[in-house]
């Protein structure tokens, strides 16, 4: 194309940007080549660098044979340990920069040491921002929290925040009195990120703190814990709302006004929800409980906001919903104490002595394990009646761990019985029926059969 057809104030434009660039270009150059105290501080990072791994290679093996020999530390305090482990040239780098620094701004102007000042609070400030990072265990969040703390830090070790504040403070969306900026908005996300991991840090801390407090039931702790946690997160979402501008009182009128129509649409949600608080309040189950609700039979294993989760003894987990516990009858076995009465019936033939047999059943059931003994919890047989084919007794005995199943101990103490019964000559009759024939000139005979009616 020929340059007469392009118009003279792009061609200046362009050779305006070439020789501007040029310029910067020679001026780097100049930089670079020229010697001084900018070249001497580059010389000096990149010898602490070489210097920094020249250690760690030295080093690494005994700090690890050091770090072995503390087993006995808090786990917390290990992990921090393998965290400088694996950043031990940086963590030279850092010692070694500062003291350079530091040095450097006793013996010599200030402006001679500062690109080292700056390289140093960067390392230091990466160093720090790596280990506080690995409190957040989402990555996605870790590495979204990682990256705004190293350019953030950046910034300040290169004193550009007000300038880039300033920027980002001018992008900006106003409606009315609201003005919502890309710097408000950034401000908000910080706060609310560092809000929500102290909130959660402060819940665990809460539960574990409730949980140690054995004068606290266990329902009262959950209720406890529940509440703290409802709080520590409303005040985080009050706090990132009113830090992105919003009038709280408009939200208020809006939220009660959308309320009542989630409360008719919620009904259910509403009811569980209620339901959980009383059970919770009045304590009637807590978990560690063995309930049976129909035929669900099992041990509590948590109560939610929601729904209360059962564990049976096959290993299935039922989300019973809390109204269900309100409103329907349950069984609690271990409501008031840990105790449980089992009852198990069994006959014998009309030839046995009963006393014997009674006898014979308390002292069996004595020997098999989980069967409590002695005082109110002692054992006892009794007859209940006179069968069709043997005398009838109940044998009632006290455990007291339910949740480790009650049909295998009822399946243990018939066992037992068999086997006593089977060594002192004791029969076990089961049902026969006879039907007699009738004939002409034929004497009676007694024909065994069995009753198919």
């Known amino acids: 194309m020929d340059n007469d057809l392009i118009p003279s104030s792009i061609s200046e434009l362009f050779d305006n940007m070439a020789e501007a660039f040029l310029l910067q270009l020679g001026n780097?150059?100049?930089l670079i080549v020229t010697p001084g105290w900018r070249q001497y501080q580059i010389a000096i990072i990149l010898g602490l660098v070489a210097l920094s791994f020249l250690l760690t290679l030295l080093t690494k093996g005994r700090w690890e044979a050091w770090a072995r020999a503390r087993s006995g530390w808090p786990k917390w305090r290990l992990r921090v340990l393998v965290q400088l482990m694996q950043r031990l040239t940086l963590v030279y780098f850092v010692v070694l920069a500062w003291g350079v620094y530091l040095v450097m701004q006793q013996v010599t102007w200030p402006?001679?040491?500062y690109i080292i000042g700056v390289l140093a609070t960067l390392a230091a400030a990466w160093l720090a921002i790596a280990l506080i990072s690995r409190l957040v265990r989402n990555r996605t969040i870790r590495r979204i929290f990682r990256w705004s703390m190293w350019i953030y830090a950046t910034l300040v070790a290169l004193s550009l925040t007000d300038d880039v504040a300033e920027f980002l403070d001018g992008v900006a969306i106003s409606i009315g009195s609201l003005h919502i900026s890309v710097l408000g908005i950034l401000k908000a996300i910080l706060l609310i990120g560092t809000l929500l991991v102290l909130a959660r840090l402060g819940t665990r801390a809460a539960e574990r703190g409730l949980k140690s407090n054995d004068d606290i039931s266990p329902s009262m702790q959950v209720l406890l814990a529940k509440g703290i946690q409802v709080a520590l997160y409303g005040l985080v979402f009050l706090v990132g709302i009113r830090t992105l501008g919003f009038d709280?009182?408009?939200?208020a009128l809006l939220s009660g006004a959308v309320g009542v129509g989630i409360g008719f649409g919620l009904q259910k949600v509403v009811s569980n929800l209620i339901s959980g608080i009383i059970i919770l309040m009045d304590r009637s189950i807590k978990p560690g409980d063995v309930i049976s609700l129909?035929?669900?039979f099992g041990?509590?294993?948590a109560l939610g906001a929601r729904y209360v989760s059962v564990v049976t003894r096959d290993g299935r987990e039922y989300l019973i919903p809390n109204e269900d516990l309100i409103t329907g009858q349950v069984v609690n076995w271990s409501h008031s104490d840990e105790f449980v009465r089992l009852d198990l019936t069994f006959g014998t033939s009309y030839g046995d002595d009963p006393h014997k047999v009674r006898e014979s059943a308390v002292r069996t059931v004595k020997s098999v394990k989980r069967v409590l003994s002695g005082g109110k919890h002692e054992p006892v047989c009794h007859i209940t009646g006179f069968g069709d084919s043997s005398v009838d007794y109940v044998l009632r005995f006290w455990i007291r761990d339910p949740?480790?199943?009650?049909?295998?101990?009822r399946g243990n103490v018939?066992?037992?019985?068999?086997?006593?019964f089977q060594a002192e000559g004791i029969s076990i009759p089961f049902p026969q029926r006879e039907v007699r024939l009738l004939g002409q000139g034929a004497t009676?005979?007694?024909v065994p059969h069995l009753d198919t009616d």
């Open 444 to 446: 009676d005979t007694a």
């Open 248 to 251: 709280l009182t408009g939200i």
């Open 28 to 30: 780097l150059v100049e």
């Open 403 to 409: 949740t480790a199943g009650l049909t295998n101990i």
């Open 111 to 113: 402006s001679r040491s």
């Open 414 to 420: 018939y066992l037992a019985l068999w086997d006593a």
């Open 294 to 296: 129909g035929d669900t």
């Open 299 to 301: 041990w509590i294993n």
